[in-house]
């Protein structure tokens, strides 16, 4: 069962934002000034506006952010909204039965970081060359493991999503390009079906306007270009769904209905309605 769902997008965050940009028409692909400063012949993106994730980020550990590259954020935060939204805390009763499958792309580290490195480590004999000497010693000064290692490891960003919900059961990072998201969903179904999990946080996150990325994909010959040359219009986001395992669903809602049975009358509410309320609950007739 279909119990959460948490959307980070370009046309906005939270589902009815989202639903309701898709219903206007309303697009979101726009120039963005980090990818046209590339000077490549191709600038256009989605992106997820900063105002409209501000108001979302007290969800999430403040401290850590930091630590997060922008997919690791937007999974953080959809994978949030998917939690509240299915009315789960963390371990979602059982942490050993609660899962996290995640589509991600192999993530790229910050292309500065990246350029600074490479000029570090040539050879100063064999210009063009990479000196394994001068490379060594530079990541030994340079470079902070905590921000390499946690911003470029594309499973991370599933570890980091089971740690925040206290998920223990299966944990999969699947970087399988466009088609990992939909493959994390029909995986984590799969699971739930033969008895493995009983909750899975699923789903996919991405962010394709990193510039290392997109250069990349631009020279493969994948992005879409300003001339009209047709291709991929690179966007952010992420789209979590939490599925459950059915009578783990509706145990769930007998326990609140349970809770709330002991006393249905409230204050000014005739005797016979509170009795059709008890009788609701016994027969399972309200919606």
Sequence with gaps: ????????????????????????????????????????????????????????????????????????????????LAMEDAGLGAGAGDPRRFGVLLGVNVLAWDLGSMLEYLAASESTVSPGTLDVARASAFCMRSINPLDFSLKTLPNLIAGHLAIANDAQGFCRALTEGHVGGARAVGDAVRLIDEGDLDVAL????????????????????????????????????SGLLVLEEAEHAIARVRACTARWSASPRRPGMAASEAATIRSGWRTGSLA
């Design 1 to 80: 069962m279909l119990t959460g769902r948490g959307v980070v997008s370009p046309l906005g965050v939270g589902i009815e934002p989202h639903w309701e940009a898709l219903c206007a028409g309303r697009s979101a692909v726009g120039r963005r000034d980090r990818l046209a400063a590339l000077r490549l012949p191709a600038s256009r993106g989605a992106e997820v506006a900063p105002d409209a994730i501000q108001p979302h980020l007290a969800r999430l550990p403040r401290k850590q952010q930091k630590l997060w590259n922008r997919a690791t954020l937007l999974a953080m935060l959809g994978g949030a």
């Design 202 to 237: 699923c789903g996919g996150a991405d962010d394709q306007l990193e510039e290392l990325f997109f250069a990349t994909h631009w020279g493969g010959g994948v992005i879409a270009g300003d001339d009209g040359r047709p291709g991929l219009v690179p966007g952010e986001g």
